[in-house]
């Protein structure tokens, strides 16, 4: 009878610790399922945040590669007003809001988030605002963030009797542009006949633009880099 009962008794131990473990391992896998599900929609809450990020800092590009086409000075405000409701309209119960201040004065001057400052010998277009993004649906309030535009164009010397004209491009943070070709230059009155790029010795990157018949050290250059800012450089 004892053996019995103890073989009984260790089944009862065995059958115990099976269902235990069975429990475990639902939880474990219940947890595994809700935790991958709330990674699911965090992921999509990320995407979601980096979408209307980087899509504003790029309408904020596209603003001022307008504005130096047209010198519409609220071409910034408009396109940002369409932008906040167009967001509304993508994403409809996610309670998606983003709000802007468009930068004004300070150092640079700025008049409603764009500035174009040209026909210097370094000149400059620049484009600046903050945002501030809230979506409703996940809690999310205040995310703050700022999207600048900036290319700027600098004559650093002009050799008539090379006829050739030597010019910096700079864009965001002073980082040279180091993608532009002939068609990305032009020299008021003269016809160029090669652009060519290198580092100079103390390793600025720059631009050589070799023009026809270039008689005079005053000279009107104008770029576009690849977003289609445009700015105007004149050396006196």
């Given at each position: 009878m004892r053996i019995v009962k103890n073989k009984k008794g260790?089944?009862?131990?065995?059958?115990?610790?099976?269902?235990?473990?069975?429990?475990?391992?639902i939880g474990a896998i219940m947890y595994s399922a809700g935790t991958y599900y709330r990674y699911e929609q965090w992921e999509e809450y990320i995407i979601l945040?980096?979408?209307?990020?980087?899509?504003?800092?790029?309408?904020?590009q596209i603003s001022l590669a307008n504005y130096t086409a047209s010198a519409n000075n609220s071409t910034l405000k408009d396109n940002l007003n369409q932008w906040q409701n167009d967001l509304k309209k993508a994403?409809?119960?996610y309670g998606v809001i983003l709000t802007y201040d468009l930068a004004d004065g300070t150092n640079i001057n700025y008049y409603q988030g764009l500035v174009s400052h040209w026909n210097e010998n370094v000149s400059y277009s620049a484009a600046n605002a903050n945002f501030t993004l809230d979506i409703a649906s996940i809690g999310l309030t205040g995310y703050r963030f700022m999207a600048t535009a900036f290319l700027s164009l600098a004559i650093l010397n002009v050799t008539t009797?090379?006829?050739?004209?030597?010019?910096?491009v700079t864009g965001e943070d002073g980082m040279p542009i180091t993608d532009l070709k002939k068609d990305n230059f032009y020299v008021d009155g003269?016809?160029?006949?090669?652009?060519?790029s290198s580092y100079d010795p103390s390793y600025t990157f720059r631009y050589t633009i070799e023009c026809e018949n270039l008689q005079s050290s005053s000279a009107t250059v104008t770029v576009w880099d690849q977003r289609g800012i445009k700015v105007i450089a004149k050396n006196t």
């Open positions: 260790q089944f009862i131990i065995i059958a115990v610790m099976m269902i235990a473990l069975m429990i475990v391992s945040v980096e979408h209307v990020k980087l899509n504003t800092i790029r309408l904020v994403y409809p119960g009797s090379t006829n050739k004209i030597t010019v910096t003269l016809n160029i006949t090669s652009v060519t």
